[in-house]
C-alpha cells in the first residue's frame, strides 16, 4: 500500500510519526508532505529516517517543480494527520499555497480515499469557522475522524486531542 501521511504543524506531529512506523514495518510506502511548521515540531531527518524517503515540504523545492501532482496520483490514500485549524480552514475555501494543502487540491478528484485527522485546542475545533469547514470538506468526499475529549497539550481538558495511533491506523486500513 502507498500511503501519502500530509502533516501540518502541532504538537501532536511526534505522535503522528507513530502511524509512519507502524505502515513501514508493515511493508508499505509511505510518502511525507509537510508544512514548514511540521518542521518546528519534528525533524527532517526523523521523517526521513522513519519514512525511508526524502520529504517535500515546500513546492518550490529544486526538481520537484511537479512533485504536488505526481504523489497525489502516486498514493493509494491520503491521510491528513494532525490536521490544524489553520490548514482545514484553508482546504475549505480552496487555499492551496503550501506543500499539504496543494497536494490535498491536487488529490481531491482522483477518487482516493482522504482521510483528515484533527488534533488542536478545544477552542479551536469548536470554533465556526472550523466546524463549517470540516462540514465543507465531509461534504466534498473526504472522512474526517473526530478529535478525542482529553487532557490537551496545553494542559486544559476537551474535544481536540489527535486519536491515538493504533485508532488510526484501523481506521486508515478501513479505507483500503
Not at 507513530?18 to 511493508?27: D, E, F, H, N, T
Not at 496520483?73 to 494532525?82: H, K, N
Not at 484533527?118 to 465543507?136: D, E, G, L
Request: aromatic content about 4%; charged content about 15%; proline content about 5%.
Amino acid at each position: 500500500m502507498k500511503r501519502l501521511l500530509l502533516m501540518t504543524g502541532s504538537i501532536a506531529c511526534a505522535k503522528a510519526t507513530g502511524l509512519i512506523s507502524a505502515w513501514i514495518k508493515q511493508g508499505d510506502e509511505v510518502q511525507v508532505v509537510c508544512t514548514p511548521g511540521t518542521l518546528n515540531f519534528i525533524g527532517l531527518a526523523t521523517l526521513e529516517g522513519l519514512s525511508q524517503r526524502p520529504v517535500m515540504s515546500s513546492v518550490y523545492e529544486s526538481g520537484r517543480m511537479m512533485d504536488h501532482i505526481n504523489i497525489s496520483r502516486w498514493a493509494d490514500q491520503i491521510i491528513l494527520c494532525p490536521a490544524t485549524a489553520n490548514v482545514i480552514n484553508k482546504l475549505a475555501v480552496g487555499i492551496a499555497d503550501d506543500a499539504v494543502t496543494t497536494v490535498w487540491v491536487a488529490a481531491h478528484n482522483l477518487g482516493k480515499p482522504l482521510l483528515i485527522v484533527p488534533a488542536m485546542n478545544t477552542m479551536m475545533w469548536t470554533y465556526p469557522a472550523t466546524q463549517a469547514a470540516v462540514k465543507t470538506l465531509g461534504d466534498w468526499g473526504a472522512q474526517i475522524m473526530p478529535p478525542q475529549a482529553g487532557e490537551l497539550a496545553c494542559g486544559e481538558q476537551g474535544a481536540g486531542r489527535m486519536p491515538e495511533v493504533e485508532t488510526i491506523l484501523k481506521t486508515v486500513e478501513e479505507l483500503s
